[in-house]
């Protein structure tokens, strides 16, 4: 059974730096892309970023760009995201996401999801 | 960027048919597939796979589900709809970097 249990999550202040771990369970791990995709309280579903089985390469919205870094350790089969430069706009629940599909870039697994909130 | 276009809401009734639109600004469509996918999401859940590719059922979802369109049109339908079928729908395309759309809250009547 395919797992993605996130945790890290809190209350930070804007302006400070915070970072998601999640550990998948499941699957080969270093055979998927995977990814980040969060949700405002009351609001949709954000893509917030995407990195490659190998971690060779990263993917990012221009909401995120330079202030968020997707990574990954295949060996401990956990993702990661660090938060730096945090806004208010960023207060959402971030989901780990599984990429399926080679090429097709749909999100096939979620994990439950970790609440950050940025406040002062 | 790719924008969706759903509607907010739809109530149908139980046992009926659901038919719920996603419109986008450009073609998704590339080398014969149309990178279109639909998730359900219930309150305090996290968003569930149901259709990849525009018509591809994921799996483990009932066949009371299904997808169709291509380049800019697509739909998901439900039938018959169940009571356990209340829940927001969103569409995601990954033509370029993943977008999704606003969500579509299906109620009962």
């Known amino acids: 059974e395919v797992q993605l249990v996130e945790t890290g999550g809190g209350l930070v202040q804007p302006g400070r730096s915070l970072k998601l771990s999640c550990v998948a369970s499941g699957f080969t791990f270093n055979n998927y892309w995977m990814s980040w995709t969060r949700q405002a309280p009351g609001k949709g579903l954000e893509w917030v970023a995407s990195i490659t089985n190998s971690g060779g390469s990263t993917y990012y919205p221009d909401s995120v760009k330079g202030r968020f870094t997707i990574s990954r350790d295949n060996a401990q089969n956990t993702l990661y995201l660090q938060m730096n430069s945090l806004r208010s706009e960023d207060t959402a629940t971030y989901y780990c996401?599984?990429?399926?599909?080679?090429?097709?870039?749909?999100?096939?697994?979620w994990g439950q999801g970790v609440m950050v909130t940025v406040s002062s | 960027d790719i924008v969706l276009t759903q509607s907010p809401a739809l109530a149908v009734s139980l046992g009926q048919r659901a038919t719920i639109s996603c419109k986008t600004n450009q073609n998704v469509d590339y080398y014969g597939n149309s990178y279109m996918h639909w998730y359900q999401q219930k309150p305090g859940q996290q968003p569930k796979l149901l259709i990849y590719l525009a018509s591809n059922l994921a799996s483990g979802i009932p066949a009371r589900f299904s997808g169709r369109g291509s380049g800019t049109d697509f739909t998901l339908t439900i039938d018959p709809v169940e009571a356990d079928d209340t829940a927001t729908y969103y569409c995601?395309?990954?033509?370029?970097?993943?977008?999704f759309g606003a969500g579509t809250k299906l109620e009962l009547k």
């Open positions: 996401t599984r990429i399926g599909g080679y090429g097709s870039y749909y999100f096939d697994y």
């Open positions: 995601q395309q990954s033509r370029n970097l993943p977008t």
